[in-house]
């Protein structure tokens, strides 16, 4: 990669703000698999991490919540270099039924001008489609889950640099956007998508934005975690495919997918580093 000299002359260096929206019931488990990644880099990150202020999570300590979390209120007249927004265990509500719509949709159209770039996983990228482009989601007849071979749809990505022309992605969720929805002439463009499971990561020029659906973040364990779970709970429930080794839920899962997990969050954070502006008010002012 060969930055213009006007870009290198201008660039000071300053720790990066990234803003996590952490939607999962587990924010422990979640936040920690994001730090991992981000703080892989040898860039400076300031990680804040971010709730719902009017959803109470029955899964996390409130004494964590109070330590080390803000709510959207309290952060919204910052601005950020990258923000991103998790999952969500509800995918298979509409959207105008999810408890935390509303503040959610004025958090995504705030991105818009307080965040350089932003990144949407399972999800929220589902939520952040429909809300900005009005892509619909499909419930499934069966859970797409497991790990699944995937291809690069276009290796000159500053997203998809050093990725493999296959590889392999950890997928859980009972919904999926169809790639006939997301239509190239709104500047969507499909980046990884699956034989079998489709479209996995969208990006968008407009306000630097990434929708992934599936989880390359995931630990080595979370699936087996998902399936132990509801088999626990007699949760109807299919072996997660290609993940155990010889199919043997007894056999401990081998991770395939941690180093493109790792390359893609180093590109993204990559990417917006050379690109935000270095005052912080500046960023998104253009997009008004």
Same mark, same amino acid.
């Given at each position: ?14 720790? =990066? ?246 390359? =893609? ?24």
């Amino acid at each position: 990669m060969i930055m213009a000299e006007a870009d290198a002359v201008r660039q000071d260096i300053r720790p =990066l703000q990234i803003g996590l929206l952490n939607l999962m019931p587990n924010k422990i488990r979640t936040e920690t698999q994001i730090a991992r990644l981000i703080g892989a880099t040898p860039l400076q990150i300031e990680l804040t991490l971010v709730r719902i202020g009017g959803h109470q999570p029955k899964n996390t300590p409130e004494n964590h919540l109070i330590d080390f979390y803000h709510t959207w209120d309290e952060v919204r007249d910052r601005r950020f270099d990258g923000f991103i927004i998790t999952g969500a265990p509800i995918e298979k509500l509409p959207f105008e039924e999810v408890t935390y719509w509303g503040e959610l949709a004025q958090i995504l159209d705030w991105t818009t001008t307080h965040a350089h770039g932003s990144f949407f996983i399972c999800w929220g990228a589902m939520a952040a489609l429909n809300h900005f482009h009005h892509v619909p989601k499909y419930t499934l007849d069966r859970k797409a889950f497991g790990v699944y071979r995937h291809h690069n749809l276009n290796p000159a990505s500053p997203y998809l640099m050093g990725f493999s022309d296959d590889f392999q992605i950890p997928v859980s969720r009972w919904t999926e956007v169809r790639t006939a929805d997301i239509d190239p002439s709104t500047g969507l463009e499909v980046l990884m998508e699956s034989d079998e499971t489709g479209a996995c990561l969208v990006h968008e020029k407009f306000a630097n934005r990434l929708y992934i659906f599936n989880h390359i973040e995931y630990d080595s364990t979370s699936l087996k975690e998902e399936y132990d779970r509801d088999i626990a709970a007699k949760v109807p429930i299919d072996l997660p495919h290609n993940y155990y080794p010889g199919n043997d839920p007894g056999r401990v899962p081998q991770n395939r997918w941690r180093s493109h997990a790792h390359l =893609l969050f180093c590109n993204w954070i990559n990417t917006i580093y050379q690109t935000t502006p270095y005052q912080m008010d500046d960023i998104g002012r253009d997009r008004k």
